[in-house]
C-alpha cells in the first residue's frame, strides 16, 4: 500500500479495489451468461437466469458495501503495524 507522508493510504488504493470488483464482476457475469445460454438450451434456463439475476444482486450488494465501508476499512487496516515496528 502506498503512503504519503502523512500516514493516509492513497486514492490509488480504494481506485484499484474498485476496478478490481468490477473486473470480477464483469467476469462472473460473462461467465454466468455464457452458462444461462448452456443451461437455457437444455430448458433449464429458467434456473439459470434465476442464479444469475442473484449472482447479480450478490455483485452489486458487495460494490455497495464497498463503497459505503470502504473508506472506514481502509482507515482501520492501514493503522495495523505488520512491521512490529
Known amino acids: 500500500m502506498v503512503h504519503r507522508g502523512d500516514g493516509h493510504p492513497e486514492e490509488h488504493d480504494m481506485t484499484h479495489l474498485f476496478q478490481t ?9 460473462d461467465r454466468l451468461e455464457a452458462h444461462a445460454r448452456d443451461l437455457k438450451s437444455r430448458e433449464t434456463g429458467a434456473s439459470a437466469v434465476e442464479y444469475a439475476l442473484l449472482v447479480g444482486a450478490i455483485a452489486a450488494a458487495v460494490v455497495t458495501a464497498v463503497a459505503l465501508f470502504g473508506p472506514k476499512l481502509n482507515a482501520l487496516f492501514s493503522g495495523i503495524n505488520v512491521n512490529g515496528k
Open 21 to 29: 470488483l468490477f473486473a470480477l464482476t464483469v467476469t462472473a457475469g
